[in-house]
T-cell receptor
Framework: DVKVTQSSRYLVKRTGEKVFLECVQD?????MFWYRQDPGLGLRLIYF???????EKGDIPEGYSVSREKKERFSLILESASTNQTSMYLC?????????????FGQGTRLTVV | QKEVEQNSGPLSVPEGAIASLNCTYS??????FFWYRQYSGKSPELIMF????GDKEDGRFTAQLNKASQYVSLLIRDSQPSDSATYLC?????????????FGAGTRLAVHP
């Protein structure tokens, strides 16, 4: 049974805090993704990684960074949390190089910045 | 113009009817197309995948792809209240050496008894 696990389901942080969101997958997938989801805007790609220590910016990388030290783990870092980063964050993983390459999602982390 | 466009809805259909969900995309290099269902408060789950022109059927679901028109749709036959959810269209394209999966904003479907 494939699994993508995010470290927290709900998180409340203060403005200016450094926030870490962790994601682990057990499917040996090359690709991992971080999306944020806001009403009316759908899923927007923040960063993705296609290999250990490799990362690429998505559509909205500003205010975020990522780390991938091991194949199974992909971390999203909010360097200095702001209220406009209040959102649902979804991690996903997929295989590389296959036409199907569906993304499997974690359960999501609802982050509130106060 | 967004790369993947969907009507946000809500699309309201009576139980037992056919629900038709539409999606257009802008990049002709897009390779494959996915429909995800997302219940409120849950993460998306894949329900259909299509990569060649034509129809693909799986149970009550049919995905239709027309690459010339850059259009993909999802038909849900015999709609049930349990189908009420947001349906996300996603497009995979190969860019810069990597697969990128781009999502539309989703269409909210409400099936009423």
């Amino acid at each position: 049974d494939v699994k993508v696990t995010q470290s927290s389901r709900y998180l409340v942080k203060r403005t200016g805090e450094k926030v870490f969101l962790e994601c682990v997958q057990d499917m040996d997938h090359e690709n991992m993704f971080w999306y944020r989801q806001d009403p009316g805007l759908g899923l927007r790609l923040i960063y993705f990684s296609y290999d250990v220590k490799m990362k690429e910016k998505g559509d909205i990388p500003e205010g975020y960074s990522v780390s991938r030290e091991k194949k199974e783990r992909f971390s999203l870092i909010l360097e200095s949390a702001s209220t406009n980063q209040t959102s649902m964050y979804l991690c996903a993983s997929s295989l590389q190089g296959q036409i199907r390459a569906e993304a499997f999602f974690g359960q999501g982390t609802r982050l509130t910045v106060v | 113009q967004k790369e993947v466009e969907q009507n946000s809805g809500p699309l309201s259909v009576p139980e037992g009817a056919i629900a038709s969900l539409n999606c257009t995309y802008s990049d002709r290099g897009s390779q494959s197309f996915f429909w995800y269902r997302q219940y409120s408060g849950k993460s998306p789950e894949l329900i259909m995948f299509i990569y060649s022109n034509g129809d693909k059927e799986d149970g009550r679901f049919t995905a239709q792809l027309n690459k010339a028109s850059q259009y993909v749709s999802l038909l849900i036959r015999d709609s049930q209240p349990s189908d009420s959810a947001t349906y996300l269209c996603a497009v995979k394209r190969f860019s810069g050496g990597y697969n990128k999966l781009i999502f539309g904003a989703g269409t909210r479907l409400a099936v009423h008894p």
